[in-house]
Nanobody, 128 residues
Framework: QVQLVESGGGLVQAGGSLRLSCALSGRTVSSYAMGWFRQAPGKEREFVVV????????YYADSVKGRFTISRDNAKNTVYLQMTSLKSEDTAVYYC?????????????????????WGQGTQVTVSS
């Protein structure tokens, strides 16, 4: 049984940084494309970034490009989201997700329906 557990959320001032972690159990993290999504109050869950199974192929939402960095530590079976230059609009619950899809189309991996497993989420609050 695959389980994802996020950690690292919290309260930070605008301009600050946070690093989120997503620990996967039950399978190796390299078997999945690993994505981060976020959901702000009253809004739909939106795609943030994904890292594919092979190598360091990544794809970022325009809203976080240049500020957020995803990485994967296969030895620890963990994916990280380093967030810098945080803005108030980054405030949301951040979810980690795992997708079996390994094809070339990044557009699929921006869609929630393509993910097979989800974590419970971790709150990130950015104060202005």
């Amino acid at each position: 049984q695959v389980q994802l557990v996020e950690s690292g959320g919290g309260l930070v001032q605008a301009g600050g940084s946070l690093r989120l972690s997503c620990a996967l159990s039950g399978r190796t993290v390299s078997s999945y494309a690993m994505g981060w999504f976020r959901q702000a109050p009253g809004k739909e869950r939106e795609f943030v970034v994904v890292i594919k199974q092979s190598g360091d192929n990544t794809y970022y939402a325009d809203s976080v490009k240049g500020r957020f960095t995803i990485s994967r530590d296969n030895a620890k079976n963990t994916v990280y989201l380093q967030m810098t230059s945080l803005k108030s609009e980054d405030t949301a619950v951040y979810y980690c997700a795992a997708a079996r899809y390994s094809g070339p189309n990044y557009d699929y991996l921006t869609r929630r329906a393509f993910y097979n497993y989800w974590g419970q989420g971790t709150q990130v609050t950015v104060s202005s």
